[in-house]
């Protein structure tokens, strides 16, 4: 029961992550980045994550990073990996 649990988590996710590579792809081909940046405007630092993939050090701090973490950490099933 739990092994089926676990794998229906796993496919959701995969699903979710495929949607939103179809998203940004279709976003970048049509040349409307600045449109879709306006969804993550109320999350500091994800269009750095997203996009630019090195967040500017300037703007956002080791403890921006850690509470970030944090976030991901109670919202998502990062820390479900045996290996970890």
Same mark, same amino acid.
């Given at each position: 029961?739990?092994?089926?649990?676990?794998?229906e988590?796993?496919?959701?996710e995969?699903e979710?992550?495929?949607?939103l590579?179809?998203?940004?792809h279709r !976003?970048?081909?049509?040349?409307?980045?600045?449109e879709y @940046?306006a969804?993550y405007? $109320? =999350?500091?630092?994800?269009?750095e994550l997203i996009f630019?993939?090195i967040?500017?050090?300037?703007?956002y701090t !080791?403890?921006?990073?850690n509470k970030?973490?944090?976030? @991901?950490?109670?919202n998502? $099933? =990062?820390n479900?990996?045996?290996d970890?």
């Open positions: 029961m739990a092994d089926m649990c676990e794998s988590k796993i496919a959701r995969i979710k992550t495929g949607e590579i179809r998203k940004k !976003t970048l081909k049509i040349g409307r980045i600045e @940046m969804l405007a $109320s =999350i500091p630092g994800l269009y630019k993939r967040p500017n050090d300037l703007l !080791t403890d921006d990073m970030s973490m944090r976030r @991901m950490r109670t998502t $099933s =990062i479900c990996r045996a970890y």
